[in-house]
């Protein structure tokens, strides 16, 4: 719940009533146990019932950064094949690694992580608007551009 959703924290585990209880007397062998978690769970009740309104547009951003990733040179990605909010695209024609790429973004403040030696992550959210995947596009020209 804490990407797409935009859930400060959470997750979900879906399952038979048995598998449940299992899991939750592991989850308190492990720690996992949270007290107080009222407000947290709010947050996740909002995330749950109004976000998937808005779900669709980050997905359309994702496959406008997609779009735009495949203009730039160097950069290869199938934009056809961005069907949810990840979009992983390949550096290796630019001459610099996926590593590169990523740290020269990340002096940019833009969030880009390799996920191979030439493949990156990006992915789009509730906090992530047109405005900034324009900006990521921009940033990620600017790097894999430079000398």
């Known amino acids: 719940m804490s990407k797409g959703l935009g859930a400060p924290v959470g997750s979900m585990l879906l399952g038979s009533r048995e598998f449940i209880a299992k899991a939750h007397v592991t989850r308190k062998m492990l720690g996992g146990a949270m007290r107080q978690a009222g407000?947290?769970?709010?947050?996740?009740?909002?995330?749950?019932?109004?976000s998937p309104k808005i779900l669709r547009r980050d997905h359309e951003n994702a496959r406008f950064l997609a779009e735009g990733l495949a203009r730039v040179r160097g950069v290869s990605i199938e934009p056809a094949k961005v069907v949810t909010n990840i979009v992983i695209f390949d550096v290796q024609q630019t001459g610099k690694t996926a590593s590169e790429v990523s740290a020269a973004l990340a002096k940019k403040k833009i969030l880009a992580n390799p996920t191979e030696k030439y493949l990156i992550r990006m992915v789009t959210?509730?906090?992530?608007?047109?405005?900034?995947?324009e900006r990521a596009l921009r940033g990620v020209e600017e790097v894999v551009s430079a000398a």
């Open 39 to 50: 407000v947290l769970a709010a947050a996740g009740l909002i995330a749950l019932e109004e």
């Open 125 to 133: 959210h509730y906090d992530v608007d047109r405005g900034a995947c």
